[in-house]
T-cell receptor, first 115, second 107 residues
Framework: GAVVSQHPSRVICKSGTSVKIECRSL??????MFWYRQFPKQSLMLMAT?????????EQGVEKDKFLINHASLTLSTLTVTSAHPEDSSFYIC???????????FGPGTRLTVT | GQSLEQPSEVTAVEGAIVQINCTYQ??????LSWYQQHDGGAPTFLSY????GLEETGRFSSFLSRSDSYGYLLLQELQMKDSASYFC????????FGKGTTLSVSS
């Protein structure tokens, strides 16, 4: 089956630093990847849609300068949380859309803790 | 706006049948999906309804009625391992998730 990986799975960083999260589709090509954020006991909230070779589309209320998204290839999208603060601590999950079948597959998620 | 409403919590015993409802106020979506999420894990796909009616996948079934803006997930022969959060999600360009239902199964 289709596999999506995320790296790192867990990261702890200090306030003010930046953190990069990678999302890779391992056995299929994804023209579109999606980034979600999930706070404890809450639902997944769509942050942005990442299209290969073009700028990401951000949802209302998501700061594009704080959450930098790059989708440089058909198998890799990255989310960089810049100048992280404790309120950015959350579970970040990506999903990748198979360009042939249009099915979406979720990565295992990255738990970010900002101290 | 768009929203998908679910009950926040449901409890049941092993072997029972549970129905988790999802009512929505969104339009222009391709279909309604259901996902299961255990604590600390990513969502895993359970079922998808593109058309009105019932889809059956083993112990899990899902139903959609676009005219009623309503869907549900039916879980049969409940097992302890079914204790998790369940989300309905409308498939547009991205998946728009409901608020989630925490299912607790006891023996």
């Amino acid at each position: 089956g289709a596999v999506v990986s995320q790296h790192p799975s867990r990261v702890i960083c200090k306030s003010g630093t930046s953190v990069k999260i990678e999302c890779r589709s391992l056995d299929f090509q994804a023209t579109t990847m999606f980034w979600y954020r999930q706070f404890p006991k809450q639902s997944l909230m769509l942050m942005a849609t990442s299209n290969e070779g073009s700028k990401a589309t951000y949802e209302q209320g998501v700061e594009k300068d704080k959450f930098l998204i790059n989708h440089a290839s058909l198998t890799l999208s990255t989310l960089t949380v810049t100048s992280a603060h404790p309120e950015d601590s959350s579970f970040y999950i990506c999903s990748a859309q198979d360009r042939d079948s249009y099915e979406q597959y979720f990565g295992p998620g990255t738990r970010l803790t900002v101290t | 706006g768009q929203s998908l409403e679910q009950p926040s919590e449901v409890t049941a015993v092993e072997g029972a049948i549970v129905q988790i409802n999802c009512t929505y106020q969104t339009s222009g979506f391709y279909g309604l999906s259901w996902y299961q999420q255990h604590d600390g894990g990513a969502p895993t796909f359970l079922s998808y309804n593109a058309l009105d009616g019932l889809e059956e996948t083993g112990r899990f079934s899902s139903f959609l009625s676009r005219s009623d803006s309503y869907g549900y997930l039916l879980l049969q022969e409940l097992q302890m391992k079914d204790s998790a959060s369940y989300f309905c999600a409308a498939l547009k360009a991205a998946l728009i998730f409901g608020k989630g239902t925490t299912l607790s199964v006891s023996s």
